[in-house]
């Protein structure tokens, strides 16, 4: 079956440091998206990506957050100066694929600690 | 009040029996209603799709009533695999997915 695969599954930085986490969506899939979720809390929107660019985006993905799909197959979320909040789990997702049902199909996730 | 209210639980339930999640939601607008799981520390998984008819599959039912705004879940005859937290999911449109979740409600079936 079908997956998203997301690398790394645990990163560790350091405040103020960039980091890039990284996705391969379902490949006939034509909609791209990341959600966070802070440990304890709710799943939350963070940007969805069509046609090569944002479609939208929440008031969560400021400057310091950007998206770029660099190739054909690779979805990336860089965070460029990170801080102690942006600590969570990053799912990326994608959909819209032959038969589109409205099913978000999530990556296992990249864990965000940052020190 | 919140986009996606659900009771958080946790629900504690002996295996075998039939339990009930509710959950409403603020925006008349939503298109789409979604029941998500949600092992420990695992990515969301779609449970199923709700439709005004009301649906099921399996051990499953959702029901949604647009009028209270409001989204059900029952799952009868529960197993120890049950176990996990069940994520109410409303989405505006439909071909861009903006979901937004819940919060959850935690389920442990005890056996």
């Known amino acids: 079956e079908p997956e998203v695969t997301q690398t790394p599954s645990h990163q560790v930085t350091q405040m103020g440091q960039e980091v890039i986490l990284r996705c391969v969506p379902i490949?006939?899939?034509?909609?791209f998206y990341w959600y966070r979720q802070i440990l304890g809390q709710k799943v939350e929107f963070l940007v969805s990506?069509?046609?090569?660019?944002?479609?939208?985006k929440s008031e969560i993905f400021d400057d310091q957050f950007s998206v770029e799909r660099p190739d054909g197959s690779n979805f990336t979320l860089k965070i460029r100066s990170t801080k102690l909040e942006d600590s969570a789990m990053y799912f990326c997702a994608s959909s819209g694929g032959v038969g589109n049902t409205g099913e978000l199909f999530f990556g296992e996730g990249s864990r965000l600690t940052v020190l | 009040r919140k986009e996606v209210e659900q009771d958080p639980g946790p629900f504690n339930v002996p295996e075998g029996a039939t339990v009930a999640f509710n959950c409403t939601y603020s925006n008349s607008a939503s298109q789409s209603f979604f029941w998500y799981r949600q092992d420990c520390r695992k990515e969301p998984k779609l449970l199923m799709s709700?439709?005004?008819s009301g649906n099921e599959d399996g051990r499953f039912t959702a029901q949604l009533n647009r009028a209270s705004q409001y989204i059900s879940l029952l799952i009868r005859d529960s197993k120890l695999s049950d176990s996990a937290t069940y994520l109410c999911v409303v989405n505006k449109r439909f071909g861009n997915e903006k979901l937004t979740f819940g919060t959850g409600t935690r389920l442990t079936i005890i056996p």
């Open positions: 990506f069509y046609n090569n660019e944002i479609s939208e």
């Open positions: 709700v439709y005004s």
């Open positions: 490949s006939n899939h034509l909609y």
